[in-house]
T-cell receptor, first 116, second 115 residues
Framework: AQSVTQLDSHVSVSEGTPVLLRCNYS??????LFWYVQHPNKGLQLLLK??????LVKGINGFEAEFKKSETSFHLTKPSAHMSDAAEYFC??????????????FGKGTKLSVKP | GAGVSQTPSNKVTEKGKYVELRCDPI?????LYWYRQSLGQGPEFLIY????????DSGLPNDRFFAVRPEGSVSTLKIQRTERGDSAVYLC?????????????FGAGSRLTVL
C-alpha cells in the first residue's frame, strides 16, 4: 500500500528565509510523487512531480524537491520565501494496483505562513 | 474549456435532502476524478472515470453517493439523504489519460454545507 506523511501541519517562516516542508512516503513500488499547492478559494495546482528520472526535481515558483530512497523522503524546499507562497501544500503519491497506476493519495497538508 | 469547471461553487442544504454537484472537465480529457476534502484534511479519493465508465469507485463512502459520466465529458456527483458529515469541499479533476501518464488539473471545488 502507498501512503505519504507530512511531518508538519504548520510551518511559519519570515519573508526571504528558506522554506522546508517535509514529506515521507511509503510504497511497495517505485513511487511517483508530487507536490501540490492550494491557495485560499483556488484549485489545487501542481508544483512539481517525480517519476523516477532525476532525483532533484525543479518546479514552478522556485520550488524544488529531492527524492531520497534511503530516507523514503520527498521534502519540498525553496531558498527564499515570498509572501505569495503562503498557502497549503500537499505531498501526493500515486496509488499502484499491482503495477498499474490508479488515483492520487494526498497527505494531510502543511500550512505555510510567511511573515513580513 | 480552459480549465475544470465545477458548479455550484457553494451549496447549502438541509439534512436528508438530495444534492447534485457538476463537473465540466477540460475538453479532450478522458480521465475524470472526484475527491472530497474535509476541513483541515487532504483531499480523499472518491471515484475515477475513464471515459464513460467508473474505473475505480472504491472511495465512495456508502451507497448514498453515486456519480455518472454518461457521455464521457461532464460528470455529476449525486448525494442522497445528505448528512451533516457530508459537509466538505468536493473537488473534481481531469487528465488526458490515466494519472500515471499525465498530471491532474483540479477545479476550484464545490463547497457543500449540510445543516
Amino acid at each position: 500500500a502507498q501512503s505519504v506523511t507530512q511531518l508538519d501541519s504548520h510551518v511559519s517562516v519570515s519573508e526571504g528565509t528558506p522554506v522546508l516542508l517535509r514529506c515521507n512516503y511509503s510504497s511497495s513500488y517505485s513511487p511517483s510523487l508530487f507536490w501540490y499547492v492550494q491557495h485560499p478559494n483556488k484549485g489545487l495546482q501542481l508544483l512539481l512531480k517525480y517519476t523516477s528520472a532525476a532525483t532533484l526535481v525543479k518546479g514552478i515558483n522556485g520550488f524544488e524537491a529531492e527524492f531520497k530512497k534511503s530516507e523514503t523522503s520527498f521534502h519540498l524546499t525553496k531558498p527564499s520565501a515570498h509572501m505569495s507562497d503562503a498557502a497549503e501544500y500537499f505531498c501526493v503519491v500515486i496509488r499502484n494496483y499491482g503495477g498499474s497506476q490508479g488515483n492520487l493519495i494526498f497527505g494531510k497538508g502543511t500550512k505555510l505562513s510567511v511573515k513580513p | 474549456g480552459a480549465g475544470v469547471s465545477q458548479t455550484p461553487s457553494n451549496k447549502v442544504t438541509e439534512k436528508g435532502k438530495y444534492v447534485e454537484l457538476r463537473c465540466d472537465p477540460i475538453s479532450g480529457h478522458t480521465a475524470l476524478y472526484w475527491y472530497r476534502q474535509s476541513l483541515g484534511q487532504g483531499p480523499e479519493f472518491l471515484i475515477y472515470f475513464q471515459g464513460t465508465g467508473a474505473a475505480d469507485d472504491s472511495g465512495l463512502p456508502n451507497d448514498r453517493f453515486f456519480a455518472v459520466r454518461p457521455e464521457g465529458s461532464v460528470s455529476t456527483l449525486k448525494i442522497q439523504r445528505t448528512e451533516r458529515g457530508d459537509s466538505a469541499v468536493y473537488l473534481c479533476a481531469s487528465s488526458l489519460t490515466g494519472v500515471g501518464a499525465n498530471v491532474l488539473t483540479f477545479g476550484a471545488g464545490s463547497r457543500l454545507t449540510v445543516l
